[in-house]
């Protein structure tokens, strides 16, 4: 059974630094690309940042494009986003999600993805 498994999320000052962390069991993880969504109510969810092998396989919503890093560690089954100097405009509830990695380049759109976790919410007061 795959379970995927958000944490981190909380409430922050804007200007101020969180890291989100999703772990994923029951799949081959170094296989899977990993995404995170971000959804507020009455809202389209949208792409955040997705990875697949590596690093040099990312990408990033423009308007988070040099204040989020997204990053894997196989050996712990997880992804993290380290966000920066977070913006009001922030806030939302966090998805994280898992694909199965296919040729022809990283996915970041919602459809794309099979497995997803609960979500953990993130607020930035100004």
């Known amino acids: 059974q795959v379970q995927v498994m958000e944490s981190g999320g909380g409430l922050v000052q804007a200007g101020g630094s969180l890291r989100l962390s999703c772990t994923v069991s029951g799949l081959e993880f170094e296989r899977y690309g990993v995404g995170w969504f971000r959804q507020n109510p009455g809202k389209k969810r949208e792409g955040v940042s997705c990875?697949?092998?590596?690093?040099?396989?990312?990408v990033y919503q423009d308007s988070v494009k040099g204040r989020f890093t997204i990053s894997r560690d196989n050996a712990k089954n997880t992804v993290y986003l380290d966000m920066n100097s977070l913006k009001p405009e922030d806030t939302a509830t966090y998805f994280c999600?898992?694909?199965?990695?296919?040729?022809?380049?990283?996915?970041?759109?919602?459809?794309?993805?099979?497995?997803w976790g609960q979500g953990t919410q993130l607020t930035v007061s100004s």
């Open positions: 990875i697949d092998w590596n690093e040099k396989y990312t």
């Open positions: 999600a898992a694909r199965r990695i296919t040729p022809g380049g990283v996915r970041c759109s919602d459809e794309s993805f099979r497995y």
